[in-house]
């Protein structure tokens, strides 16, 4: 059972940054694809950016631009780099691991075997 937990989620006003941090329990190397979802109030999550271990990328296309996913095998950390944020960029964000996926479906839900608790992000205007 691989273990996320995330973190670096806080309050920051319209066009600012934030760093986003999900450590595995797992070997990250080992790990096919990750991503990172978001849900906010009312709406059903949604992929924002999937990582395939070869090194692809697939980016919602809010995300296009905006934000980048990276990880760290040293540390078996995913992080979500988010710049320009927007008022809609509120919403619950959640890591998720996947033992193998498509790159097409890198940022579909069932493609994804194991998920963190989700770490808050609001941005106010």
């Known amino acids: 059972q691989v273990q996320l937990v995330e973190s670096g989620g806080g309050s920051v006003e319209a066009g600012g940054s934030l760093r986003l941090s999900c450590v595995s329990s797992?070997?990250?190397?080992?790990?096919?694809?990750m991503a990172w979802f978001r849900q906010a109030p009312g709406k059903e999550r949604e992929g924002v950016v999937g990582?395939?271990?070869?090194?692809?990328?697939r980016h919602a296309d809010s995300a296009e631009g905006r934000f980048t996913i990276f990880q760290d095998n040293a540390t078996n950390t995913l992080y979500l780099q988010m710049s320009r944020l927007k008022v809609e960029d509120t919403a619950m964000y959640y890591c998720?691991?996947?033992?193998?996926?498509?790159?097409?479906?890198?940022?579909?839900?069932?493609?994804?075997?194991?998920w963190g608790q989700g770490t808050q992000v609001t941005v106010s205007s």
């Open positions: 797992e070997v990250i190397a080992s790990t096919k694809c």
């Open positions: 990582l395939r271990n070869n090194g692809w990328t």
């Open positions: 998720a691991a996947a033992r193998d996926c498509k790159w097409w479906n890198l940022l579909k839900i069932d493609e994804y075997d194991y």
